[in-house]
């Protein structure tokens, strides 16, 4: 079982920067394909980026370049840093992580999901 708990979300202005990170316990993290999708109110959870075990990454359109997902394979942490954040950004964020080598966009492909974080831009 791994359990994933997700921080660093908030309210920031448009154009704005955070760092979302996620911490890992309970497996070993650096098999883990690990991901960051989001979801806004009435709307599906999208995926905004994967990194596989590998150091591979796959980025959703709409991250246009502003969102680097990383990890630290030492401290079981991924991180999600984000700049030019737009008001369209608005969502929570969850992580999650599959057992597989391969990046899915399809979230019910991941097997283990954390709480969310609330990420707002204001206007």
């Known amino acids: 079982q791994v359990q994933l708990v997700e921080s660093g979300g908030g309210l920031v202005q448009a154009g704005g920067s955070l760092r979302l990170s996620c911490l890992a316990s309970?497996?070993?993290?650096?098999?883990?394909?690990m991901a960051w999708f989001r979801q806004a109110p009435g709307k599906e959870r999208d995926l905004v980026t994967a990194i596989s075990r590998a150091g591979t990454t796959s980025n959703a359109d709409f991250v246009k370049g502003r969102f680097i997902v990383s990890r630290d394979n030492a401290k079981n942490v991924m991180y999600l840093q984000m700049i030019n954040l737009e008001p369209e950004d608005t969502a929570i964020y969850y992580c999650?992580?599959?057992?597989?080598?391969?990046?899915?966009?399809?979230?019910?492909?991941?097997?283990?999901w954390g709480q969310g974080t609330q990420v707002t831009v204001s206007s």
């Open positions: 999650a992580a599959r057992n597989n080598y391969y990046i899915s966009d399809d979230f019910a492909s991941y097997d283990y």
């Open positions: 309970g497996h070993s993290f650096s098999t883990l394909t």
